[in-house]
């Protein structure tokens, strides 16, 4: 069989539950749903540190955050050398390599990390839409922030342009672009890297009012939960925690689903068009995204934390007759973002670096009975700002122990009985043996930190800890 092409889709900021084939009670995302049907849905893949540098990172290098050295979000440091990034494999392999919209989000951002060639989403979308628009809107040329709508807040509002304007559309054109003008001579390993649903809050009109006028649930607010001091008010459009209610919680959510409603529509007119640019005969398509969005949960917003609305992430991969993937297979093992690279290169027949510490899916793919990890950990450092944004976790999947480094506290949940996390159940006595099991592997797991978080016998809060690891020579 000759090498396939490779489409990986990753959106921004995409909760793992916001897919219409995971149920959910409003969103319409029927080509998303596609890939999973044709091939098969990943219900447990996490991001091993729900943040965009470091989640990006791992994606490209295998590698888990304590290894690549970022476990939060700091940008503009040193460069980062990853000499064996997979889309640099690829291209060593005879790929043509693209990426098309939202960076890597590395520094600097125009390192190609092995693509070819890049068109950027900051930077050219910024350009193009410029071009684009009256030098009138807005006070002056306009962008993609001249509603007055911005890229951390809940606050929402329709897209101010033509719809044609909006960077999803610019996007899936210039994916549309590389796809016509390609060299034919040799597999493609194209990018389609969305910067939707990430705030601004911004859908085309027809989306957000397609959520609008529709019942939306409530956020899940667990007995731990902490309501704002004041319920948030005064805290600003930018606040972690909130309590929002009324046309403020509506519009938002409604925003939200609008913008991964459109992408879905979008993802249409590339992957099945009418020229048949994508022979999907021949074609792995991965759909993904970095980490999720809190949405009101518990009053919290954004990312950065360990609960499921924000650590877990769609993974969805369709994939030739020859894979011989038995369409519509579901596979509950905890996996994440590091196993991509490894399951891209022994799907077209490339070794895997003894750097990569994720692991190939292919044997799951092919509903293999084979030994696989026991649990994932999960970890995220704010350093001394927003210090409840800083913990370690693990899950299996079925089960959630949490321990936030900075004071000590824990949380124990249930995923099998209470997916939303709203029950903690770190102190219930006939749950004591269990929670100690998760206790003395997070104990293992972090011994030899250079932080200092555990003895091998105890876990030790108020250790310093910064989203740069101190060994780390990025």
Known sequence: MKRPNIILIMTDQQRGDCLGIEDHPVLLTPNMDSIAGQGARFAKCYS?????????????????????????????????????????????????TYLA???????????????DHMVLGGPDYSRWLRSHLPVDSYQGAGDYYSSGIMNIDWTARSWPYD?????TNWTVNEAMRFLQNRD??????????????????????????????????????????????????????????VDLRGEALHSARAAYYG??????DQIRRFLYPHGKEVDLKNTIVIFTSDHGEMLGDHHLWK????????????????????????????????????????????????DIPGS???????????????????????????????????????????EKYIWFSWDGNEQFFDLAVDPSECRNLIGQAELGERIAHWRRLLIEELKDRPEGFSDGSQLIPGRPYLPVMPSSQI
């Open 48 to 96: 091993t540190c729900p943040v965009c540098i470091p989640a990006r990172r791992s994606l490209l290098s295998g590698q888990f955050p304590s290894t690549h050295g970022m476990v939060g979000y700091r940008d503009g440091v040193s460069e980062w050398d990853a000499q064996d990034s997979f889309p640099t494999m690829l291209r060593n392999a005879g790929y043509q």
């Open 101 to 115: 919209g939202r960076s890597m989000h590395q520094h600097p951002e125009r390192k190609r990390y092995g693509y």
């Open 163 to 167: 719809e044609a304007l909006h960077q």
């Open 184 to 241: 034919p001579s040799c597999p493609y390993f194209l990018t389609v890297s969305f910067l939707a649903p990430h705030p601004p809050l911004i859908p085309p009109a027809f989306y957000l009012d397609r959520y609008l006028r529709q019942t939306l649930l409530e956020p899940a607010i667990g007995d731990w939960a902490v309501r704002p001091v004041n319920g948030g008010k005064g805290m600003g459009a930018s606040a972690t925690r």
């Open 259 to 264: 913008l991964i409603n459109h992408i879905d």
């Open 303 to 350: 990312k950065s934390l360990p609960y499921e609305s924000s650590a877990r992430v769609p993974l969805l991969i369709q994939a030739p007759e020859a894979y011989g993937i038995r369409p519509g297979t579901v596979i509950d093992k905890p996996v994440c973002l590091e196993d991509i690279m490894p399951t891209i290169l022994e799907m077209v027949g490339l």
């Open 356 to 398: 990569v510490e994720g692991r190939s899916l292919l044997p799951l793919l092919h509903g293999e009975r084979i030994h696989w990890r026991s649990h994932l950990h999960i970890e995220h450092s704010e350093g001394v700002i927003e210090r409840e944004l800083t913990f370690h976790a693990l899950t299996n999947g079925k």
